[in-house]
């Protein structure tokens, strides 16, 4: 999708479901523990070399711990939920705005209560996500506060 597909304006959804886009899996099965989740691309121009994406965490759900050399930021829309980025647990609401630095590992979870939106800017050309391996879950568990949250708690 480009600049010169999109309409000069696009009316704002019922639910978080923009007409004209497609709703997609968060990533394939199999290649990542996620959980619950799903996403729109609602903007990609290579003149900004950029994409902003809307992603939903469905209750309970979450995305995956990862972390990868592109920065993004992502700004909440709806719900509660919390996330990890670095070496923080935070929650996070409506507006919240979260920037997610080069090689910072990260994870969003909704409540169990309600699902979790949020908008993604990010590069259009991006180098893959790494997940963490053994020895980085250990140092990551050793942050206080991390384990629980790794854990659903």
């Not at 990609?44 to 965490?57: K, V």
């Not at 568990?141 to 790794?150: K, N, Q, S």
Request: proline fraction near 6%.
């Amino acid at each position: 999708m480009s600049a010169d597909d999109l309409p000069i304006f696009r009316d704002g959804p019922d639910g978080f479901r923009w007409a004209g886009v497609e709703l997609m899996k968060y990533k394939e099965d199999g290649s990542a523990p996620f959980k619950a989740i799903s996403r729109q691309v609602l903007f990609s121009d290579p003149n900004l070399a950029s994409e902003l994406r809307y992603f939903e965490i469905e209750p309970g759900g979450f995305s995956t711990l990862e972390r990868h050399e592109h920065v993004h930021a992502v700004m909440i829309l709806r719900g509660r939920g919390t996330c990890f980025v670095g070496e923080k647990v935070r929650a996070v609401g409506i507006r919240d705005l979260v920037a997610i630095a080069p090689w910072t590992w990260h994870q969003f979870r909704a409540t169990a209560g309600e699902a979790l939106g949020f908008l993604c800017l990010v590069n259009t050309q991006r180098d893959r996500p790494q997940l963490p391996n053994a020895e980085d879950l250990a140092s990551l568990r050793a942050i206080p506060g991390v384990a629980e949250f790794l854990d659903g708690k």
